[in-house]
């Protein structure tokens, strides 16, 4: 299964974000190609505690959805709310400068998969507490999930 974790599969994903452009075409949503790359930081962000996020997860969230999340192969569903801190258009960082934004996003990346990890004792918002391994798979479906959203 594809993770952060596999050089091969982040630098996969990393050559899928630099195709992005800011006038990508979304095939399905509300967000911008530049919303998405503020998202998708946003959302690492939280991941490593540098950011609140309110919980939404229930037991079965918490159980049985994260399980079928990261490791059934599927893609993910279209239109699952996020929570309000990482929407563009309501608590999310706003996008600023395209290239300067992508930039932070490959560093976001790198922190996250660097050795010292400092976001395992952190929860996810919906699928509660996380091994690194399960963040790792996590991280890598999230942005294939938004880089399919925008054809890449």
Sequence with gaps: MKNLSDPR???EVLDRLRR???EGARQWGRMTSHQMICHLSDAFRA?????AVSASGTVFH??????LALNVPIKWPRGYRTRP?????IGGARP???ERDMRELEKLVERFTAKQKDYVSHAH?????????EWHRWGYLHMDHHLR???L
Excluded: H, I, W, Y
Aim: proline share 3%; aromatic share 8%.
């Design 9 to 11: 599969d982040r630098q």
């Design 20 to 22: 992005l452009n800011r």
């Design 47 to 51: 991941a490593m505690g540098e950011k």
């Design 62 to 67: 918490r159980t049985v959805l994260k399980r």
């Design 85 to 89: 801190e990482m929407d563009q258009e």
């Design 96 to 98: 600023v400068e395209f």
């Design 125 to 133: 918002p919906v699928f509660g507490e996380m091994s690194e391994a």
């Design 149 to 151: 959203q925008f054809g």
